[in-house]
């Protein structure tokens, strides 16, 4: 299973917005809603940011929104600050195995 | 406080063998999915393993299937990986992670293998 495309980077000024891609195809984001999206910082552990395409677990600000379109997914951070600067990740599943993206390093400029 | 620790990771030689665990607090770990994830250095994320709650049906990564082991101790409320015939391309930081949700909802720190000569 291959991994679903991201671009390698994106970037914005401190209070707009950046969208960032995730592609696949219909047999893993085109085939279900379970499309989620991990924010890692330098040395951390990944954080649950989005799960099921456009769902906020609790404690994570709204201004991250998650949707989908066919064969690809999307995170979008709205007023960036720098603590959005980090790497990000989606991931769906290909049957019932988990694949992630490729990750995009979003730079707040 | 739901909490994962994870712990094992060393350096070992091609053909090796380690052991992680990933010990969980405030919750189960026979009571939801859980996985092992890894990060090669300066490399994405990618899934390895994981193993269901209940019957505890197991399922890997084309790329270590055959050679690394998910199980867990529900004593010890416990995830473990056995990871055998190591490669150099098995050096990672591997996570242990909670699935909900239809995704990873909690992780641990990482451990780091390192697999070199």
């Known amino acids: 299973q291959s991994a679903l495309t991201q671009p390698p980077s994106a970037s914005g000024s401190p209070g707009q917005s950046v969208t960032i891609s995730c592609t696949g195809t219909s047999s893993d984001v085109g085939a279900n809603n379970y499309v989620s999206w991990y924010q890692q910082h330098p040395g951390k552990a990944p954080k649950f940011m989005i799960y099921?395409?456009?769902k906020r677990p609790s404690g994570v600000p709204d201004r991250f929104s998650g949707s989908k379109s066919g064969n690809t997914a999307s995170l979008t951070v709205s007023g960036l600050q720098a603590e959005d600067e980090a790497d990000y990740y989606c991931c769906s599943y290909a049957g019932f195995k988990p694949v992630f993206g490729t990750g995009t390093k979003v730079t707040v400029l | 406080e739901v909490q994962l620790v994870e712990s094992g990771g060393g350096l070992v030689q091609p053909g090796g063998s380690l052991r992680l665990s990933c010990a969980a607090s405030?919750?189960?770990?026979?009571?939801?999915?859980m996985s092992w994830v890894r990060q090669a250095p300066g490399k994405g994320l990618e899934w390895v393993s994981v193993i269901h709650n209940g019957g505890g049906n197991t399922f890997y990564a084309d790329s270590v299937k055959g050679r690394f082991t998910i199980s867990r101790d529900n004593s010890k409320n416990t995830l473990y990986l056995q990871m055998n015939s190591l490669r150099v391309e098995d050096t990672a930081v591997y996570y242990c992670a909670r699935m909900a949700r239809g995704g990873f909802d909690v992780w641990g720190q990482g451990t780091m293998g390192i697999v070199s000569s």
């Open positions: 099921e395409v456009n």
């Open positions: 405030g919750f189960t770990v026979s009571s939801d999915y």
